[in-house]
């Protein structure tokens, strides 16, 4: 049976239909079916999500009003604090820490009654495309077992994907939560930045982290950001305007939305099945009343190499303070400061994190600052003035997620620099800080998920809903793949 979606629990929990309790049961009687195959959570919290859902019933039984997520199983990617439990964000040098407080967008979570299962695995640090780089165990993608799930978001992605839970928080820093959105044939949406509070995000590049939804459908990630975005005074950076009703926007179709095609997104290297896949999907939504053109991201092509000069600097910056002091590992083997920071780093981060420390060390060091990172920061500016001219012509921008369809794992561990190309379609809007969001249009012969992207400008996501549930509709996706329905 495919589980319910997180919009309809909410609404059979408040009314009594249903028991928090009884759509717990549902999916942990899934997740012990199929977790030992997928490896998408690092840590199960049945005892506590067991008492989380009989406050819930119990709340409902006193005749209070329940939250807009009312006895809906989530998952919190781990680099996501929640209080009291291990944190690790994928990485051996938290391995044992236990977060202080609660992320303002777990927090929401809780106070909007949702019942959190568990923790979800992620690439070390959110470094990664394919949640291959955890320090504990590889995710594999509930479509083909011996394909990546994405990453670094890949276990909130398989999670949901699987039915594992019916909501997941993410994080998208480069592409984060889209492309394994993609991959795992699931709705991803990372919000404009700003719009969802920082407070609780372990930090991997500061001006491009992001915390938003993994959902089963729009109307669901609607749902989510509904609940976690907002202002908040322990976030400087977060956006203190009011938070539209994202729900209402999901029914007014997009009869006269300017869709807008950008021809840099579909350059050579774009797999044939996924630009097939992807231009049906746009040609959906012109025969839905959209209009639809080409436009012009002419500095799209400097967008990767841009990024890594940018944000492992920023990770060089917000690493440093993991140096066996004052929390985190602490190496036994030291005997002297120096060879604290030394051997503490050394055997708390690995390959992928050390390699991103160093490119971002190097760029920011005497000499080359102004080559490297002031230059990447130019580039920048470069690439969000083509999305800001783009949207003086259209509503929304359409492009594929992935130059791919999921790859194998192993695939590309050996070849960094092909990894990082995964997510030349992902970066511009996140170094632009614009809202998109990734839905399945369509499957490969392998019977692999394709995603959709629309883009739209920041603030602007009830446009970005109102296009992807309009699509949802017209071209609805089955759910769970065969395999996992239970």
């Keep these: 049976m495919s589980p319910r979606t997180a919009a309809a629990i909410a609404r059979e929990v408040a009314s009594g239909r249903v028991s928090a309790e009884e759509v717990l049961q549902e999916h942990l009687a899934r997740l012990r079916a199929w977790e030992p195959k997928l490896g998408a959570y690092l840590r199960v919290l049945e005892p506590q999500a067991r008492a989380r859902a009989r406050a819930v019933d119990a709340k409902r039984?006193?005749?209070e009003a329940l939250g807009r997520l009312a006895g809906v199983p989530v998952a919190v990617k781990d680099n996501i604090l929640v209080r009291g439990l291990e944190?690790?964000?994928?990485?051996?040098?938290?391995?044992?820490h236990a977060a202080a407080y609660d992320a303002t967008?777990?927090?929401?979570?809780?106070?909007?009654?949702?019942?959190?299962?568990?923790?979800?695995?992620?690439?070390?640090?959110a470094m990664g495309s394919s949640t291959e780089n955890s320090a504990f165990q590889v995710?594999?993608?509930?479509?083909?077992?011996?394909?990546?799930?994405?990453?670094?978001s890949g276990g909130s992605a398989a999670a949901v994907a699987a039915g594992l839970c019916a909501l997941a928080l993410g994080s998208d820093t480069g592409?984060?939560?889209?492309?394994?959105?993609?991959?795992?044939?699931?709705?991803?949406?990372?919000?404009?930045?700003?719009?969802?509070?920082?407070?609780?995000?372990?930090?991997?590049?500061?001006?491009?982290?992001?915390?938003?939804?993994?959902?089963?459908?729009?109307?669901?990630?609607?749902?989510?950001?509904?609940?976690?975005?907002?202002?908040d005074p322990k976030d400087s950076t977060c956006a203190t305007m009011p938070v539209p009703d994202y729900?209402?926007?999901?029914?007014?179709?997009?009869?006269?939305?300017?869709?807008?095609?950008?021809?840099?997104?579909?350059?050579?290297?774009?797999?044939?099945?996924?630009?097939?896949?992807?231009?049906?999907?746009?040609?959906?939504?012109?025969?839905?009343?959209?209009?639809?053109?080409?436009?012009?991201?002419?500095?799209?092509?400097?967008?990767?190499?841009?990024?890594y000069i940018l944000a492992p600097a920023e990770a060089s910056s917000n690493l440093a303070r993991f140096d066996g002091v004052r929390y985190g590992r602490r190496s036994p083997r030291a005997r002297t400061l120096e060879e604290l920071y030394e051997l503490s780093r050394a055997e708390g981060f690995g390959p992928e994190v050390k390699r991103r420390i160093m490119l971002g060390t190097y760029a920011l060091s005497a000499g080359y600052f102004d080559a490297y990172y002031g230059k990447a920061q130019r580039v920048r500016t470069l690439i969000k003035t083509d999305f800001s001219a783009a949207f003086q012509?259209?509503?929304?921008?359409?492009?594929?997620?992935?130059?791919?369809?999921?790859?194998?794992?192993?695939?590309?561990?050996?070849?960094?620099?092909?990894?990082?190309?995964?997510?030349?379609?992902?970066?511009?809007?996140?170094?632009?800080?614009?809202?998109?969001?990734?839905?399945?249009?369509?499957?490969?012969?392998?019977?692999?998920p394709i995603g959709l992207q629309l883009i739209a400008d920041s603030f602007c996501e009830e446009t970005l809903l109102r296009a992807a549930a309009a699509y949802e509709r017209a071209a609805p996706w089955p759910g769970l793949p065969e395999s996992a329905h239970a």
Aim: charge should be neutral; include cysteine.
């Design 139 to 152: 995710t594999r993608n509930p479509w083909d077992a011996d394909r990546v799930p994405g990453g670094s």
């Design 105 to 125: 967008a777990v927090r929401r979570l809780l106070d909007a009654d949702a019942v959190l299962v568990g923790q979800t695995n992620m690439d070390e640090f």
């Design 247 to 307: 729900l209402q926007s999901l029914g007014a179709g997009v009869k006269g939305l300017r869709v807008g095609l950008p021809k840099e997104y579909f350059a050579p290297g774009l797999d044939p099945e996924v630009e097939t896949a992807v231009r049906a999907a746009v040609a959906v939504l012109g025969g839905l009343g959209a209009e639809v053109r080409e436009v012009s991201m002419p500095h799209t092509r400097y967008a990767v190499s841009s990024y």
């Design 61 to 63: 039984g006193r005749g």
């Design 175 to 231: 592409g984060s939560i889209r492309q394994p959105a993609s991959f795992c044939g699931v709705v991803g949406l990372k919000p404009t930045y700003g719009r969802v509070s920082r407070h609780g995000l372990i930090a991997f590049a500061s001006s491009l982290d992001q915390i938003g939804p993994l959902a089963g459908c729009v109307e669901d990630a609607a749902l989510a950001l509904a609940v976690i975005a907002g202002p």
């Design 393 to 448: 012509q259209v509503d929304v921008i359409a492009a594929p997620v992935a130059p791919t369809p999921a790859f194998r794992l192993g695939e590309k561990t050996a070849d960094p620099v092909a990894m990082y190309l995964g997510d030349a379609l992902t970066i511009p809007s996140s170094m632009a800080g614009n809202a998109s969001l990734a839905l399945p249009c369509g499957r490969t012969k392998a019977g692999l």
């Design 87 to 96: 944190t690790t964000a994928g990485s051996r040098v938290l391995q044992g």
